[in-house]
């Protein structure tokens, strides 16, 4: 029971959340035969450091274009890919081709750039989860220092063994950030004791930033708290100038969101970062 919106977008007809079942049982066999059938594909959205205005990096978002029920937004399929343990190989299958982009545009000329990924808390916890890391950094040559993983609250609140990971983690070179800080219902001491190295703060955060003193107050605890913990702070959904300058006065390092682009496709996106390191150049040169 499913139509398509105007703008080839999929939607359930939602009768509440019985629906989900239904999604699952369409939605799932034609996963299995996305990749194979080349359906998945990859956008990169820029990240800027607020300090320098310089590039900071990229992150690595999922899309799927199904030639039965056109393109499903991740927040519907990641869902599912999970459930049916699909994430594995697909969780894979997004880390070699971003380790392969991340070579490719340095073959294009442009500086290494760190691409952040994310990972499912599935995937995460997979036995093989870090030496199917270690076989794709070794594989595709590129520097583990320029690879991030984004987990979420819950993965990093969720017990002892994950300390072990990380640790693994920290010692093959890659970094990692927990995704939509903010959100979960996690205890903070976790942020202590992990070896990780970034917060990025949820995008509904942002909505407030302009809207009274409220949202301020949040975003500048966050900042605070991470750089009292040497962690670095990225903003997430950051859309209006006034947000980035607010973000700015608080001390966030990072900002990412529509304001400065779209996730975009590889060769828009290298394109993206080719205008901005130029027009970085100009910048310096004209300040002499
Ligand atoms: P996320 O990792 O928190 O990614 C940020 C989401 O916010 C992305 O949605 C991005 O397109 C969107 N976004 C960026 N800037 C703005 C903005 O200024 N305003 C607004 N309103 N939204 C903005 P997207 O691409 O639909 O992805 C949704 C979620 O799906 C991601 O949230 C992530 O949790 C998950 N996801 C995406 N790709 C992957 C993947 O390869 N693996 C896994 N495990 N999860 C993924
Ligand atoms: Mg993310
Ligand atoms: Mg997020
Ligand atoms: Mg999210």
Not at 146 to 154: A, D, K, P
Not at 178 to 201: A, H, Q, V
């Amino acid at each position: 029971i499913a139509k398509r919106s105007g703008k080839q977008q999929y939607r359930f007809y939602d009768s509440a959340e019985g629906d989900m079942h239904d999604q699952y049982f369409k939605m799932e066999p034609l996963l299995k035969k996305a990749i194979r059938r080349q359906e998945l594909s990859i956008v990169y959205q820029p990240q800027v450091n607020l300090n320098t205005c310089e590039l900071h990096g990229v992150e690595a978002l999922l899309r799927w274009n199904s030639a039965e029920i056109g393109f499903v937004s991740p927040a519907e399929f990641i869902p599912i890919a999970e459930e049916s343990g699909l994430i594995v190989t697909i969780g894979e299958w997004v880390i070699r081709s971003a380790c392969l982009q991340m070579k490719e545009w340095q073959q294009q000329g442009m500086r290494p750039v760190k691409v952040s990924v994310n990972v499912s808390i599935r995937q995460f916890y997979h036995t093989e989860f870090v030496d199917m890391l270690q076989a794709i950094i070794e594989e595709t040559g590129i520097d583990p220092r320029f690879l991030e993983l984004e987990i979420t609250e819950s993965i990093a609140s969720s017990g002892d063994i994950v300390i072990g990971i990380l640790q693994q983690l920290k010692e093959i070179g890659v970094h990692v950030s927990i995704d939509d800080f903010g959100t979960g219902y996690s205890s903070l001491r976790y942020l202590r004791e992990f070896p990780i190295d970034c917060l990025k703060i949820d995008q509904s955060f942002m909505r407030d930033l302009t809207e009274g003193k409220k949202g301020e107050d949040i975003v500048s605890t966050i900042v605070t708290l991470a750089h009292n913990l040497d962690l670095i702070t990225v903003a997430e959904g950051t859309e209006t100038k006034e947000q980035v300058q607010r973000l700015k006065a608080l001390g966030c390092d990072v900002a990412q969101g529509y304001y400065f682009s779209r996730p975009l496709p590889p060769e828009e996106c290298l394109e993206w970062m080719k205008q901005m390191e130029k027009e970085m150049r100009t910048d310096e040169g004209s300040q002499k």
